[in-house]
């Protein structure tokens, strides 16, 4: 016989979450709908921009009450590309147009980074996945608000926000298919912009050529390193293009400028031995466990 009282409600039959859900859907649009109308009888303007925060806002809570991805996700998008919205196009700021687009962008890149931190604090689930299209809005956003464009400083944001989100991704789900990518492309952000942001007239193409190849050959290096999260021997594999493209590398930048050669060969050689000094850190605290 049923103990329970019979005015409680079973939280796990299909029928209570499918009114639930009809429930949440109700509000949700008896809020953004009333505030439409609302805005159309004292003509405010910032009313109908404060509707896609509110519904945004309904379904995240719904979303983290319930533990629920499918509640959580567009509510967490939906909040916060209205707050952009309101943030980029509203009355607060006085913006360009590119400006405008930059804020909203900046301003909506918190609402993946917002699923990935729900996911693991409230669901405990890891969703750290929200990370990569969070850095490559957040990245197209911050270059777009100054008033002139900067495609290398784009390049170097972008790409290393969207290697980190895969470096973290793939140290924390232990896949290392996620980590070369993750090291490649921030290698490759970072040697782009080092050795061709600056003035043309600066550096000669083979200079810039040859920085970028030996900042990509240390991702390689920073490969061997990450695969300490995953396996417990020594990947050494990735220092077979690491070694060549920093050979190929010095080569031309010593042809393209031999007069700061030495102090580029010694930067970039330091750097080496850091990320080899980080590997010796990650195998003692393996040893340990």
């Not at 004292?42 to 921009?49: K, N």
């Amino acid at each position: 016989m049923d103990a329970r009282p019979q005015n409680q409600i079973d939280s796990t039959n299909p029928n209570h979450t499918r009114y639930n859900n009809l429930s949440i859907a109700g509000i949700t649009l008896i809020a953004g709908g009333g505030l439409l109308l609302l805005d159309q009888i004292l003509h405010t303007t910032w009313l109908s921009l404060l509707a896609l925060p509110v519904v945004g806002g309904i379904l995240l809570a719904q979303g983290i009450h319930s533990h629920q991805m499918n509640w959580y996700i567009p509510g967490s998008l939906a909040l916060f590309f209205g707050l952009g919205v309101m943030a980029g196009f509203g009355p607060i700021f006085r913006l360009t147009t590119f400006q405008k687009i930059g804020l909203l962008l900046l301003v909506f890149s918190q609402g993946w980074t917002c699923i990935a931190l729900v996911a693991h604090f409230r669901v405990k689930r890891d969703a750290w996945w929200a990370l990569v299209p969070a850095g490559v809005v957040a990245g197209a956003g911050a270059v777009l608000i100054p008033t002139e464009i900067a495609w290398f400083t784009l390049v170097l944001i972008v790409g290393g926000v969207l290697g980190l989100g895969l470096l973290l991704w793939g140290t924390t789900s232990k896949t290392f298919g996620l980590i070369i990518p993750g090291c490649l492309t921030i290698g490759a952000a970072v040697g782009t912009y080092l050795g061709w942001s600056n003035d043309p007239r600066a550096l000669s193409p083979l200079t810039s050529t040859g920085t970028t190849l030996v900042v990509l050959g240390l991702s390689w290096v920073l490969v061997s390193v990450f695969s300490r999260a995953v396996t417990t021997g020594f990947v050494w594999w990735p220092l077979v293009p690491a070694g060549i493209l920093v050979i190929v590398g010095y080569g031309l930048y010593i042809g393209g400028d031999p007069n700061t050669a030495a102090n580029f060969i010694g930067n970039t050689g330091s750097v080496g031995l850091i990320l080899m000094g980080i590997y010796l850190l990650m195998m003692r605290r393996d040893s340990h466990r």
